[in-house]
């Protein structure tokens, strides 16, 4: 642990420039630039909400505020860990020349996803305003459902990066992965009745539902579930101490593969 510290230090500058470059590349020869990270989110919050407001009934204005918390914390998990994945592939020229910690890569990857994410948040306080779903002191907590994200992302990102330099195929497949997830997250139905049904299990036991559940709560001021905090949180943990032993125990072999 000391010893990664260590490195973070050593390699601070390098890091950073990681971060810029991934946010200059995502954009790269697009007019809005990081505008887009605002308007896309904006765009999908109204026509998930025209489609399944229609279809399911919910004319609250609390509504599209629930979709857009939901669609916001899912994409940030989304782009991360598939940037992670992809990470030491799209960087191999650099690993073939210097030494860098390996680890930088993907990280670097999750990071600037979550400076895109801090920015769209401006659309989510805009869209709460405007739908008279004003903020109270509780938003402050959603810190610590997007700390546990943090950690998730850390993780499973690493494990991804880990099997995406030997498994090319990984990439496809987890896109399939991601739309499992999507569903079982709640974003765009209120997941009361499935809670209660024999399939509640499986919302209950994805960190990533209970994750945008509070972070719904903070946003909507609504109760915040202290057991799925803490549930988001060891898996966080355990997902990065997996996801760093396999990272370590493969690295020397990428330089074989890429």
């Given at each position: 642990m000391f010893g990664v510290i260590k490195e973070m230090r050593q390699y601070s500058n390098l890091f950073?420039?990681?971060?810029?470059?991934?946010?200059?590349?995502?954009?790269?020869?697009?007019?809005?630039?990081?505008?887009?990270?605002?308007?896309?989110?904006?765009?999908?919050?109204i026509v998930l909400t025209i489609v399944f407001g229609t279809l399911l009934g919910h004319s609250g204005r609390e509504f599209p505020v629930y979709i857009l918390s939901g669609r916001l914390i899912y994409n940030l998990f989304s782009q991360s860990t598939t940037t992670?994945?992809?990470s030491i592939r799209q960087n191999q020229a650099m690993i073939k020349k210097v030494y860098v910690p390996k680890y930088l890569y993907p990280l670097s990857g999750i990071v600037f996803n979550y400076v895109l994410f801090l920015i769209s948040l401006a659309v989510l306080f805009a869209v709460s305003?405007?739908?008279?779903?004003y903020p109270t002191v509780k938003m402050l907590l959603c810190v610590v459902p997007m700390f546990s994200l943090f950690l998730v992302s850390i993780g499973v990102g690493l494990v991804l990066s880990s099997l995406?330099?030997?498994?090319?195929?990984l990439e496809y497949l987890w896109n399939v992965g991601l739309m499992l997830?999507?569903?079982?997250?709640?974003?765009?139905?209120?997941?009361?009745?499935?809670?209660?049904?024999?399939?509640?299990?499986?919302?209950?036991?994805?960190?990533?539902?209970?994750?945008?559940s509070n972070f719904r709560s903070c946003v909507l001021n609504t109760e915040f579930d202290?057991?799925?905090?803490?549930?988001?949180?060891?898996?966080?943990?355990?997902?990065?101490?997996?996801?760093?032993?396999?990272?370590?125990?493969?690295?020397?072999?990428?330089?074989?593969?890429?």
């Open positions: 950073t420039e990681l971060v810029r470059k991934g946010i200059k590349l995502k954009y790269r020869r697009s007019y809005l630039g990081v505008i887009w990270s605002m308007v896309e989110p904006l765009l999908t919050m992670a994945l992809k305003i405007v739908l008279k779903v995406g330099v030997f498994f090319r195929d997830v999507m569903y079982t997250c709640a974003i765009f139905y209120y997941p009361e009745k499935i809670l209660t049904s024999n399939v509640g299990f499986i919302l209950k036991y994805n960190p990533l539902f209970c994750i945008i202290i057991g799925m905090c803490l549930y988001s949180f060891a898996f966080g943990i355990a997902s990065i101490l997996v996801g760093a032993y396999i990272f370590r125990k493969n690295e020397d072999k990428f330089i074989l593969y890429i």
